[in-house]
């Protein structure tokens, strides 16, 4: 679906840009011209917003996936020392970095 609607935007967008230049030429357009320009552009719209929402569901879909497997990923390695940071980190980066860690070896 969203290979199909990125290529009806660009088809769109190349054939109301092809209308604009056209209408530019002639400086009075006419209504009915008029309003088949502001069709297309509505239509444009539509087409723009349906893109969004189908990349926000996926954007969903992938923070979930990513929330998962890091809980998945804490709970795995929950208490195990999996590498050790040859520097002391600044104060409030130590909370991240050492989370529920038995000791005090920074």
């Known amino acids: 679906k969203y290979q ?3 290529m009806e935007i660009e088809r769109q967008s190349k ?10 030429e002639v400086s ?5 011209k008029k309003k ?9 719209k539509n ?7 189908v990349k926000m569901k996926s954007m969903f879909a992938i923070g979930f996936a990513f929330t998962a497997l890091l ?3 804490n ?8 590498a ?10 130590q909370g991240i970095s050492h989370p529920y860690l038995p000791g005090d070896d920074m």
Request: overall charge positive.
């Open 4 to 6: 199909k609607l990125k």
């Open 15 to 24: 054939k109301l840009e092809k209308k604009k230049e056209a209408h530019a």
């Open 28 to 32: 009075s357009l006419d209504r009915s």
């Open 36 to 44: 088949k320009l502001e069709q297309d552009e509505e239509k444009l």
């Open 47 to 53: 087409t723009n917003r349906d893109m969004t929402l």
């Open 71 to 73: 809980s998945m990923f």
């Open 75 to 82: 709970s795995i390695f929950d208490g195990r020392v999996v």
């Open 84 to 93: 050790k940071l040859p520097f002391t980190p600044i104060y409030w980066i």
